[in-house]
T-cell receptor, first 114, second 116 residues
Framework: DQQVKQNSPSLSVQEGRISILNCDYT??????FLWYKKYPAEGPTFLIS?????DKNEDGRFTVFLNKSAKHLSLHIVPSQPGDSAVYFC?????????????FGQGTILTVHP | GAGVSQSPRYKVAKRGQDVALRCDPI?????LFWYQQALGQGPEFLTY????????KSGLPSDRFFAERPEGSVSTLKIQRTQQEDSAVYLC??????????????FGDGTRLSIL
């Protein structure tokens, strides 16, 4: 039972354009959502997060949108840069779990072409 | 360094051998997590420590897996009688405050375990 799903295994974008990565979840108890970026042979690096009380959070070129009714979140990267090429993981944690155990999606490989 | 440190980076073992994987969390971080990442998948939760207390081990796949954090800092994940299906990257993460659950976890680079 995959509670967090990233249905696009890969995404290819031209440098300077917008990258949109999507994530769907099934557990309505999730209340905190995060995006991580991962380069080969390195651990995931935290990018941006959003609480369920918000519908948008922005940090520089990165914006995360949350649609609770649709159980959907997305990460927008504007403008995309070649250094953004990596695997992006969506993750979620559940209300009542006082320590933030994360459930991850399968990841989306983003390639930004110069 | 200031980040989460894991050792060894790579470990090759024969089926049936015992292995021990080490994690040095960020200094002062209360929460420590272990995850297992199979090839082409996202990380999956194994176990959680708050200081030295192991509060959740629901993700450990079998009783061959054992984790400890005796002094509330360094943690060790031990796998006994390894099997080929144990081959994966084992990730350790730490976070500062456990109470509210809305703190980002900071990950180490992982240990890639290969069982022959």
């Amino acid at each position: 039972d995959q509670q967090v799903k990233q249905n696009s295994p890969s995404l290819s974008v031209q440098e300077g354009r917008i990258s949109i990565l999507n994530c769907d979840y099934t557990n309505s108890m999730f209340d905190y959502f995060l995006w991580y970026k991962k380069y080969p042979a390195e651990g995931p690096t935290f990018l941006i997060s959003i609480s369920s009380i918000k519908d948008k959070n922005e940090d520089g070129r990165f914006t995360v949108f949350l649609n609770k009714s649709a159980k959907h979140l997305s990460l927008h990267i504007v403008p995309s840069q070649p250094g953004d090429s990596a695997v992006y993981f969506c993750a979620a944690s559940e209300v009542g779990t006082s320590y933030g155990k994360l459930t991850f999606g399968q990841g989306t490989i983003l390639t930004v072409h110069p | 360094g200031a980040g989460v440190s894991q050792s060894p980076r790579y470990k090759v073992a024969k089926r049936g051998q015992d292995v021990a994987l080490r994690c040095d969390p960020i200094s002062g971080h209360v929460s420590l997590f272990w995850y297992q990442q199979a090839l082409g998948q996202g990380p999956e939760f194994l176990t959680y420590f708050q200081n030295e207390a192991q509060l959740d081990k629901s993700g450990l796949p079998s009783d061959r897996f054992f984790a400890e954090r005796p002094e509330g800092s360094v943690s060790t994940l031990k796998i006994q009688r390894t099997q080929q299906e144990d081959s994966a990257v084992y990730l350790c993460a730490s976070s500062l405050v456990a109470a509210l659950g809305n703190q980002p976890q900071h990950f180490g680079d992982g240990t890639r375990l290969s069982i022959l």
